[in-house]
C-alpha cells in the first residue's frame, strides 16, 4: 500500500494548468525529490498535498484516506509535514519558543493547559526533544532572528516536526545555503529518512543525486519521467526539459 497517492491531480490557475493529470505513489521510509525548471509546478504540487492548495480535480489519498479538500491544519495533524521555500519564524521569538507554539497549536485538545494538567510539561519535552533533534539545542534561547540562514531552515523543518509527521515535505530545504551548511543539510536529511518519509524539492543536482532512492521530475505541469537518480539522470526527455543535461 502506498502511504500517498495522487490520482489525476490537476490545478489550474485561469487557463493555466499548473499540475496537469499527475499520478504518483510514495511508499513510506523512501526519499523522493522532486526536481524540474522554474515554473514546472513543483511547489503547487507539495501545496496540493499539503492541503495549502485545493485541486481542480483529481484525487489525493494518504493511508488510504482521501485529504483532496481538506484544510492545510487538518492535513498537519494527519501526519503531513511541510517545510516552506522561505522562512516561515517568529524572528522574535526564541528557538525553543518558535518550536513550542507550533507543537501547542498543532495538537489543540491535546495540549490544552486548562484540561490537561500534565500539558504544559508534555509541550515543553516535546518541544525540547524536537530542538535537539534538529541540532540547535546550543541556540535554544537564542531570537529567531539571529540565527543564521542555515539554522533558520533546520528551525522551519522542526517546526514541521511538531506534528510527529510520518510524511515531511520540504520546499527547497538548501535554497541559499553556503556550501558547509548544505553538506549539514545533506546529513540532516539523511537522518530524517530514518524515521520519516520525504518528499522534497531540490534544484542541487548533487544532492538529489547522493540521497534520493527515486527522483520525480516535472516539467510544465506534468511529470515527464520517475525513477531511481540514474534512470532518470539517462532518460532523453529529462535532458531535453534541462537543455542539455542535469550532470
Ligand atoms: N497562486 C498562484 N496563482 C497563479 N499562478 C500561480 C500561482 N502559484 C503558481 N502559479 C503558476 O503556476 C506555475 C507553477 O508554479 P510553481 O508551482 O511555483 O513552480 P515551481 O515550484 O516548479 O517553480 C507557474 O507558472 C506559476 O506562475
Ligand atoms: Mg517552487
Request: with cysteine; charged share 20%; glycine share 8%.
Amino acid at each position: 500500500m502506498a502511504l500517498l497517492k495522487t490520482t489525476k491531480l490537476l490545478k489550474y490557475f485561469g487557463s493555466l494548468a499548473c499540475v496537469y493529470y499527475v499520478d504518483l505513489e510514495f511508499e513510506e521510509g523512501r526519499i523522493y525529490s522532486i526536481i524540474g525548471p522554474n515554473g514546472a509546478g513543483k511547489t503547487s504540487l507539495l501545496n496540493l498535498i499539503s492541503g495549502h492548495l485545493a485541486p481542480s480535480s483529481g484525487e489525493i489519498t494518504f493511508r488510504d484516506r482521501k485529504i483532496d479538500g481538506l484544510e492545510s491544519s487538518q492535513v498537519s495533524q494527519l501526519g503531513i509535514g511541510r517545510s516552506f521555500q522561505l522562512n516561515n519564524l517568529f524572528p522574535a521569538l526564541s528557538v525553543f519558543e518558535n518550536v513550542r507554539l507550533a507543537v501547542q497549536s498543532r495538537h489543540p485538545g491535546r495540549y490544552n493547559f486548562f484540561s490537561n494538567i500534565g500539558a504544559y510539561r508534555e509541550v515543553n519535552e516535546k518541544a525540547d526533544a524536537i530542538v535537539d533533534k534538529i541540532g540547535l539545542s546550543p541556540s535554544s534561547a537564542k531570537q529567531a532572528q539571529y540565527l543564521s540562514h542555515g539554522d533558520k531552515r533546520l528551525l522551519e523543518i522542526g517546526i514541521a516536526l511538531a506534528t510527529d509527521p510520518a510524511l515531511l515535505l520540504m520546499d527547497e530545504p538548501t535554497s541559499g545555503m553556503a556550501p558547509e551548511e548544505t553538506v549539514m543539510m545533506l546529513g540532516f536529511i539523511r537522518k530524517l529518512a530514518l524515521e520519516h518519509t520525504i518528499i522534497f524539492i531540490e534544484h542541487k543536482m548533487n544532492i538529489v543525486m547522493s540521497i534520493s532512492d527515486q527522483v520525480i521530475v516535472m516539467n510544465q505541469g506534468r511529470v515527464i519521467a520517475t525513477g531511481t537518480p540514474a534512470a532518470v539522470q539517462a532518460d532523453p526527455e529529462v535532458r531535453r526539459a534541462y537543455l542539455g543535461g542535469i550532470d
